[in-house]
């Protein structure tokens, strides 16, 4: 059996880190391609702890956006936990 699953990739310093959103699961690599890689062996290992017909997850529609907000100077420094 096989799920589809969606995965955001972010690009952090010299890393590239995957995020599987409907699993909540994260891995990272040197490359787009190694983080791909790595997030499907994540997923693989951790749907192995559920039964089979237990899977954690929803075959709903992901809608994926981009979207800006208005960022004050303290809110930000504050919330980096640098106040």
């Known amino acids: 059996m096989k ?5 955001v990739i972010n690009k952090e310093e ?9 699993l909540d699961v994260v891995s990272q690599g040197k490359t787009i391609e190694e983080a791909q890689a790595n997030l499907k062996e994540a997923v693989e290992l ?3 702890s559920f039964e089979k017909d237990d899977y954690p997850g929803s075959d709903s529609e992901i809608i994926l956006y981009p979207f ?6 303290l809110g930000f420094l504050y919330y980096q936990g640098k106040n």
């Not at 800006?68 to 100077?73: H, K, L, M």
């Open 3 to 7: 799920k589809k699953f969606t995965a």
């Open 14 to 22: 010299n890393w590239y880190v995957a995020h599987c959103v409907e």
């Open 46 to 48: 951790y749907l192995e």
């Open 68 to 73: 800006e907000v208005a960022v004050n100077g």
